[in-house]
C-alpha cells in the first residue's frame, strides 16, 4: 500500500470556523490532489499540486485554500465552513511523468468532516 | 476535456451472476483508463488500468475490462458475482487540464449482490 496518511480522520466543527486537513506521503509523489466525495457526485476535484508551492485550482475549489511547503505534504483549509462543505475528503497522489505511463493514483483513507 | 459517464447509479445480481458495470469515456484520442473499488469507509483502491498495451485488462478478485475504442468504452466485467463484490465501483480518466494530468471521475456504480 502506498504511503498516504490522512490528518483528523474525522472531525466536526462549528459553522464559520477554519479547519485544516493534512495529507502526508512518502512516496516521493509529484502530484498530489484533493476530493471531495459526495452522493450522486462521485469524486469532485477540489485543488491539485504537481509541486513544492505549484497548486492549481479543480471544480470545486471555492471556499478552499491549499497550501504545499514540502513535497510530502499537502494541506486543505477550508477558510470559513459551512454546511454545504459536510463531506468526505480524500488525499490522492501520483506521478504521471507522462500521460503515457498512465501512472495510478493512490488514495488515502479519508477524512469525514461534518460542519454543524 | 475528457470525461467518462458511468451508466447505472446501483446494480443488482444475484452471487453466482454475472457483473457488468458499464463505463464510456468522451475523448478522439487514446485515453488512459482506470476502474476503482470502494469498500464502506475506506479509501479507493485500483481495481484494474488500461494504458494500451492490451485492449482486454485483468484485474484483481477476478475482474476484467475491455477497451473498445469504436465504442469508446470500458467496461468492468466478472463472470460471477461474489458476496464480497458489494462495494462502490469508479471509472477514471487521465484529463488534461492547463498543462497537467488530473485523474476525472465517474459518479460511481454501486454493487449489491443478493445471496
Known amino acids: 500500500d502506498a504511503g498516504i496518511t490522512q490528518s483528523p480522520r474525522h472531525k466536526v466543527t462549528e459553522t464559520g470556523t477554519p479547519v485544516t486537513l493534512r495529507c502526508h506521503q512518502t512516496?516521493?509523489?509529484?502530484?498530489m490532489y484533493w476530493y471531495r466525495q459526495d452522493p450522486g457526485h462521485g469524486l469532485r476535484l477540489i485543488h491539485y499540486?504537481?509541486?513544492?508551492?505549484?497548486?492549481d485550482k479543480g471544480e470545486v475549489s471555492d471556499g478552499y485554500s491549499v497550501s504545499r511547503s514540502k513535497t510530502e505534504d499537502f494541506l486543505l483549509t477550508l477558510e470559513s465552513a459551512t454546511s454545504s462543505q459536510t463531506s468526505v475528503y480524500f488525499c490522492a497522489i501520483s506521478e504521471p511523468r507522462d500521460a503515457s505511463s498512465g501512472n495510478t493514483i493512490y488514495f488515502g483513507e479519508g477524512s469525514w468532516l461534518t460542519v454543524v | 476535456a475528457q470525461s467518462v459517464t458511468q451508466l447505472g447509479s446501483h446494480v443488482s445480481v444475484s452471487e453466482g451472476a454475472l457483473v457488468l458495470l458499464r463505463c464510456n469515456y468522451s475523448?478522439?484520442?487514446?485515453?488512459?483508463l482506470f476502474w476503482y473499488v470502494q469498500y464502506p469507509n475506506q479509501g479507493l483502491q485500483l481495481l484494474l488500468k488500461y494504458t494500451s498495451a492490451a485492449t482486454l485488462v485483468k484485474g484483481i478478485n477476478g475482474f476484467e475490462a475491455e477497451f473498445k475504442k469504436s465504442e469508446t468504452s470500458f467496461h468492468l466485467t466478472k463472470p460471477s458475482a461474489h458476496m464480497s463484490d458489494a462495494a462502490e465501483y469508479f471509472c477514471?480518466?487521465?484529463?488534461?487540464?492547463?498543462?497537467?494530468?488530473?485523474?476525472?471521475f465517474g459518479r460511481g456504480t454501486s454493487l449489491i449482490v443478493h445471496p
Open positions: 499540486s504537481y509541486g513544492v508551492k505549484d497548486t
Open positions: 475523448s478522439s484520442v487514446p485515453p488512459y
Open positions: 477514471a480518466v487521465y484529463t488534461m487540464v492547463g498543462g497537467s494530468y488530473i485523474p476525472t
Open positions: 512516496e516521493n509523489h509529484r502530484y
